[in-house]
């Protein structure tokens, strides 16, 4: 469990690691299975037709030795009666006396299992060999009698070779004299053979090995390619990381430092010179309190409708900063608020409409769209020199909808073209769509702007109908 619990908390680059080299380890592992086991079979097959080969040689060559004994022993053997017995001793003779190589010589054995030709196992001849069986439990002498008495053929067992007494495979060939009762055969050790296919074996095998350490080194390398690779990308990505890391803290430094110079400036020049004036009235109020002037009831309501102006442009900034409404009543009455202030101050007709969200859209969506809002407002109030706004808020099977239309003069094509990542401005509003998984588009011309900024649906709350459904 705790190895487990190691393998979860892997880091991601790990994670991609490890699931880039096991399809890649089981892949070499199954094409080097494969490779084995097709190897193996043709290696089979390629030495089943070797040894089928090399065997029809070796039996080519004993019928040629059989056929040259039957020369030798036809002249007499078609003379002689079954009972000549002096036929049978010369052919015994006969057949004694013609050896070929280290090992090759002709037997005879009559049907009764004796043996009567052997000349390089003479320690034979003359003894009932009935019964005997080689080590593999072939009885050796009873099958070649049944061979003889069907007419002939091949007979393959284990039988010691003379040249150095040593138990080897061998092949006869044995053939019938029905007259005389006997089967005369001969054959050849093919031990030769077998050491042939083993060394072959062998030698495939090694192939085999060495094709498996092949693809495991490929494999090996891929694995360090791969492993190499990802750390040059991990290296690479965190040093992009590390950039934009950068880049966006001194983004987020600049966007507090522009905010707070924005708060600082409209306290200045609202709040601060109200407050300025407040006093001077109140000054003047006690100045003429002072002389009994009858003017000082004029100047306390004067500096009580300066407190006023003042009250109500602290809301405003408290507004601009977090307008209540947005999280009351949802995204389009505090629009509507928004674009009143707007039309208010810069005398820019807005023309608002929106469909009814039953405030649906969660709280990240409401500050977007919101703060997109705002920032366009701001755009066009400083630089679109537009006369006319349209503004419409609608949802869609896909999620919601903001769109900004103005008259304006337009945008820098050359910023539009680089997806709105021009001022910052521009690129706060891209990254906040972004952050919800959504689309900002920009289309700008000398006849105006048009800004529109779409959410998933996945942001779309469900009905109170149905949640109250669902917690019932």
Known sequence: MRQLRNLISLSYGQKVFFLATIPLVFAAAAIALVVNYQTRQLIEDELQVLEAELLSAKQAEILNYLSLARTAIVSVYGRALPDDEAAKLRVTQILSSMIYGRDGYF??????????????????????????????????????IGIARQGGGYHRYQWRKPST????????YVVGLQDWQWAIGTGIFIDDVTKNLAATRNQTEARVRATSLQIMAITITALTLVFLSGMVLNVRERRLADVKLKKLTQRIFGTQEEERYRVARELHDGISQILVGVRYVLELAIRRHAKGDPRTEDSIAKARDDLNGAITEVRRISRDLRPGVLDDLGLGPALRTLTDDFSKRTGIEVDFSTVVFSNRLDTESKTALYRIAQEALTNIERHAQATFVTMKVFGSRKGGTLRIQDNGIGMAYPQVARNASGGLGLRNMQERVENLDGTLSITSSKSGTTIEARVPLKHMLKPREELSKETA
């Open 107 to 144: 037997f005879v054995y009559d049907y009764d299992g004796n043996n009567l030709v052997s000349p390089r196992q003479t320690d034979r001849i003359g003894r009932n060999w009935l019964g005997l069986a080689d080590k593999n439990g072939v009885p050796v002498v009873d099958k070649l």
């Open 165 to 172: 007494g040593e138990t080897a495979e061998m092949v006869s």
